[in-house]
């Protein structure tokens, strides 16, 4: 028999492409899916068993903390090797293979259960995995309150728990392995191949000996008159709109970081809905590289504009110090905030009187550590037309068989990007100390 | 004497329902007194206290201060009822890196102007009134010194004068002289005792040697595992109520 027909119609339509991996896609879900319940029921098991021998001791009735992600990432390798063998294994095990031998249509009954087992699978184990109390509750443990006080009482006088070597216990192996096969597994999908390292070295050889040989030629005159600037010029530029965005970013973040602070926030739902969505936010900001950023920002206020640099790193340092400071914010000693609070202060005036005199220092050490980052990142950011020293470095790097010089001028920039970052380095090393 | 306040069942149970820190607790304080807590780590003395003012939110019962109902007030009306109750701690919970002299004012934060808080200015009064209170407890010269520079014993003092700046009507000590020696102790406690007797605040303090609970209390309230084993006259207590509070392994100790 034929393929289903999505697969067979290659179109150029992205839409049409990401329909055709839509079975692919479904089929990896659903394998994860069953792994994840069979792994679910090994634990759920292990609970039963770990709560009916030691409960009445140690007062443990689930998994602690670690162990769900443990067992989410577990079971995504499960699926990810078992597709890798292209034994969708999960499958098989339920009777819902995607299609009968040479891609058979399925029956109707099938993909029914299918669809079933699949988006129930889905709604299910996101409660059973994240869904701690009280939802969670629901799915494992069932006795939480009444026994654990009668537990609580006695614990003082309990045998203290002996601690094990990890390698005698069944947690410290299963990590282990999933430590090895994680490390197994980033090998293959790297294609590190150390064979052709050493085969090709010849291949650079001349580069290498041109950069370490600069020619400062326009150290401080422009390589094209009228249209570009001279080396020292850019590295102005560089070290400006690094210092820009660092200070406007510490600005923004400044009043932000307070917002995604758990213990400032409160412990009550409106304040954890905006804790979590800064956080959401700060995540999300954070994991766009500011060189991505910087794309859109040179389309905006013009290719090879130092400003769309500026704005870039400027955004990516709002949400990276933010979040640093709110990671400072929760590490205050709580202490003092009791203090204040009992002289029948407002929040606020608990925050300016007990938070920021603890958090000054290390605010000023991250932010310095952030201009740090920003310097380095300036350099290259040119690389998508955010301005500063990279503008060179590229221009040189594509006149390459053009200019007979090219890599010597390379080699410059290198050294003045090294030069510069390493003082700067040193200066914001010395004034942390001096702080901290 | 007049009730200050008066404490009704009170229970708490610690997040997870896995401790129960306090446990269906009722007595009353009269104004004026001076009541000390005994009672061996755990036995839930701190969370007692710090429900009285709510740092720590009671999961049953009744708080009455001064007629007023502190369980059920807004976050407006606890504001109001705290600057009547002030506090001071173990490790004196002063902020390290501010100046003795900000420690003291923010003791006033209930009272002024928000707005002029915000940049850190404070009426005349009240600076005038935190040099007295430093004057008060002996370290005027230490003022502009950051709190961290100073003793443990002078660090008390600051959070001592801090609540003096509230002008409190309840003085609560939690373990007040447990981090200090035992001299300092002794003076940190005068400080408290002088309060009581000269500026009529009702004392709560909680206190881990018996002697010094004889020494300053007015009436003793011990707890164990929660609950309220023995309430009454220092005199009262003898050998085996001792052992009934410490456990049968307890030696009595001596602080002079």
Redesign the interface.
């Known amino acids: 028999m034929k393929r289903p027909k999505k697969s067979k119609s290659a179109s150029h339509s992205p839409w049409v492409r990401l329909a055709a991996l839509r079975p692919r896609f479904s089929a990896f879900m659903l394998d994860w899916a069953s792994w994840g319940f069979i792994a679910y029921g090994v634990m759920y098991l292990l609970n039963k068993y770990w709560y009916i021998r030691h409960v009445n001791f140690y007062g443990r009735l689930t998994l602690p903390g670690w162990g769900w992600p443990v067992v989410i990432i577990a079971t995504f390798e499960l699926a990810l090797l078992s597709h890798a063998f292209s034994q969708s294994i999960g499958l098989s095990l339920f009777g819902l293979r995607l299609f009968g031998p040479e891609y058979a249509p399925v029956p109707f009954r099938r993909r029914l259960a299918r669809f079933v087992a699949l988006h129930v699978g889905l709604v299910l184990q996101p409660l059973a995995l994240f869904g701690d109390r009280p939802l969670g509750s629901l799915v494992h443990d069932s006795d939480k309150t009444g026994r654990m006080l009668l537990v609580a009482k006695v614990k003082d006088d309990l045998p203290a728990e002996k601690p094990r070597k990890w390698y005698t216990t069944y947690r410290g192996l299963f990590l282990a392995g999933l430590l090895a096969l994680t490390f197994w597994l980033g090998w293959k999908i790297t294609t590190i191949n150390l064979q052709m390292l050493v085969e090709r070295i010849g291949k650079s050889g001349h580069i290498w000996k041109d950069l370490f040989t600069p020619r400062f030629t326009y150290l401080t005159e422009p390589v094209i008159p009228g249209r570009t600037f001279s080396l020292v010029h850019y590295m102005l530029e560089t070290i400006f709109m690094a210092f820009f965005a660092t200070v406007t970013g510490a600005i923004v973040a400044f009043p932000l970081s307070f917002l995604g602070a758990r213990n400032i926030m409160g412990f009550n739902a409106f304040g954890w809905l905006i804790y979590s969505v800064m956080r959401t936010l700060f995540n999300a900001l954070r994991s766009i590289e500011s060189i991505l950023m910087a794309v859109l920002f040179a389309v905006w206020v013009g290719f090879g504009n130092p400003f769309a640099g500026a704005l870039a790193l400027f955004l990516h340092t709002i949400a990276a110090l933010a979040k640093l400071y709110s990671e400072q914010v929760e590490a205050v000693d709580p202490g003092p905030l009791e203090a204040i609070a009992t002289t029948g202060a407002r929040r606020w005036q608990v925050v300016a009187y007990g938070v920021i005199p603890q958090i000054i220092p290390s605010y000023l050490a991250f932010t310095l550590y952030r201009w740090d980052i920003n310097i380095r990142m300036a350099t290259i950011i040119a690389l998508v037309g955010g301005g500063g020293i990279g503008t060179l470095l590229f221009y040189f790097k594509n006149e390459v068989g053009r200019l007979d010089d090219a890599w010597n001028q390379v080699g410059a920039v290198v050294v003045a990007i090294v030069v510069v970052v390493w003082a700067l380095d040193y200066i914001s090393a010395r004034v942390r100390e001096k702080i901290g | 004497m007049e009730e200050l306040i008066r404490i009704d069942r009170l229970t708490k149970?610690y997040e997870?329902?896995?401790?129960?820190a306090v446990n269906d607790i009722s007595f009353t304080v009269k104004r004026g007194e001076f009541l000390v807590l005994i009672g061996l780590s755990g036995s839930g003395k701190s969370t007692l206290l710090r429900c009285i003012?709510r740092?720590i939110e009671p999961t049953a019962g009744q708080i009455v201060f001064d007629g007023i109902d502190v369980t059920k007030a807004s976050a407006r009306q606890l504001?109001?009822?705290?600057?009547r109750?002030?506090?001071i701690?173990q490790?004196?919970?002063?902020?390290?890196?501010?100046s003795v002299l900000?420690n003291v004012l923010?003791?006033?934060?209930?009272?002024v102007n928000?707005g002029a808080?915000?940049i850190h200015k404070f009426p005349k009064e009240d600076l005038e009134s935190a040099f007295a209170n430093l004057e008060r407890v002996g370290i005027p010269e230490q003022a502009y010194k950051r709190a961290d520079e100073l003793s443990g014993g002078q660090q008390q003092r600051v959070?001592i004068a801090?609540a003096l700046?509230?002008r409190p009507d309840l003085l609560m000590a939690d373990e007040p002289v447990s981090a200090l020696d035992p001299a300092t102790a002794h003076s940190v406690m005068q400080y408290l005792e002088q309060m009581n007797q000269e500026d009529g605040v009702t004392v709560i303090a909680s206190l881990h040697f018996l002697s010094l609970a004889r020494r300053y209390g007015t009436r003793i309230l011990a707890l164990k595992?929660g609950e309220i084993v023995f309430e009454g006259l220092p005199a009262e207590i003898d050998a085996a109520k001792f052992k009934e509070i410490y456990g049968e392994e307890a030696e009595e100790v001596e602080v002079r």
């Open positions: 149970v997870r329902g896995e401790v129960l003012n740092l504001r109001q009822l705290r600057r109750m002030a506090m701690f490790q004196f919970n002063l902020v390290k890196r501010s900000t923010s003791g006033r934060l209930g009272y928000p808080s915000a959070g801090r700046m509230q595992d």
